[in-house]
């Protein structure tokens, strides 16, 4: 016996071919366009083409073991010393990876830099203190620091009590990460991630502890705070680009360097054509061609 649902169907279809689409309501009949491609958008296929060009030409230089030129990022080079001081204190480290969920850009590339940090603290045997206010970003974090005390050898040092949920709440939990700071008094504080009107009040309450401070977000509004209580502030690209510059990854080097070398070519067509507009007015409509 043939199914309802099926035999539906078939009634459907002999219909449709009896009737013809054009008898049938709401079916519309599909018209091709006399083109493949809109050509008003090839300069977008011209971008990305030479995007994806020149990154798989970084990556095979960079798997070969040629060195990609990156220029220092100052908090990030100071990383390894604030690490050192709070091992020469016998203080922990606080990590705090922002208060955004998992959805948020900028959580994840905080989550990518936590390795590293976790990483170091094993291998000096200091602890890391990690609060977070949603709980996807403690599950991500708590495993993320057990993965990097089993790399550096010493996963038995790894204390999952660290890895801290507070609240879901943004004053609450900063007032929570104060207390983290006055109560137990890390030696180094690193805020990285998204940050909102609590930056000030973390980053005034680290200072007042004594400890040492490295703060990073592309959270525009938020940056002369974190610049005017902390050591060092890694500021918007250089935040997302951190992850490739601690890791050095040959994938996300050549990532992060085919991104600058398109962006100096658009600046550098952005320039001539506005150069060449200044001469010649009729030049204007070409420009958006060329954008």
């Known amino acids: 016996m043939i199914p309802v649902s099926l035999s539906a169907l078939l009634i459907l279809f002999f219909s449709i071919s009896s009737a013809g689409f054009a008898n049938i309501p709401y079916i519309t009949q599909i018209e091709l366009s006399g083109t493949i491609f809109y050509t008003d958008r090839l300069s977008v296929l011209f971008y990305i083409s030479a995007f994806m060009l020149m990154f798989l030409f970084l990556l095979h230089r960079a798997r070969k073991g040629k060195i990609l030129f990156f220029r220092q990022i100052p908090g990030l080079k100071a990383l390894d010393e604030a690490i050192g001081r709070a091992t020469e204190m016998g203080r922990p480290v606080l990590y705090v990876p922002g208060i955004d969920d998992i959805d948020e850009i900028q959580t994840l590339a905080s989550l990518n830099i936590l390795p590293y940090v976790a990483e170091k ?53 900063t007032a929570a990460v104060c207390g983290i700071m006055l109560r137990e008094k890390p030696a180094t504080n690193i805020y990285m991630g998204s940050f909102y009107s609590e930056s000030l009040v973390l980053a005034e309450t680290g200072f007042a502890s004594g400890s040492i401070q490295i703060a990073g977000t592309s959270t525009i509004a938020q940056l002369p705070f974190f610049i005017a209580a902390c050591d060092y502030t890694i500021i918007g690209e250089e935040f997302y680009a951190a992850s490739a510059y601690l890791s050095r990854e040959p994938s996300l080097l050549a990532g992060i360097k085919a991104a600058d070398f398109l962006k100096i070519f658009i600046l550098l067509i952005f320039i001539i054509s506005i150069c060449v507009a200044v001469f010649n007015p009729d030049f204007l409509k070409y420009i958006t061609a060329i954008f």
Not at 149 to 157: D, H, S, T, V
Request: charged share 20%.
């Open 121 to 173: 603290t094993a291998q000096y045997g200091i602890p890391i203190i990690v609060p977070t206010r949603t709980s996807i970003v403690l599950s991500i974090a708590e495993e993320i620091v057990r993965q990097s005390y089993i790399l550096a050898g010493k996963p038995e040092y790894f204390n999952r009590n660290n890895i801290r949920y507070l609240t879901d709440e943004q004053f609450a939990f």
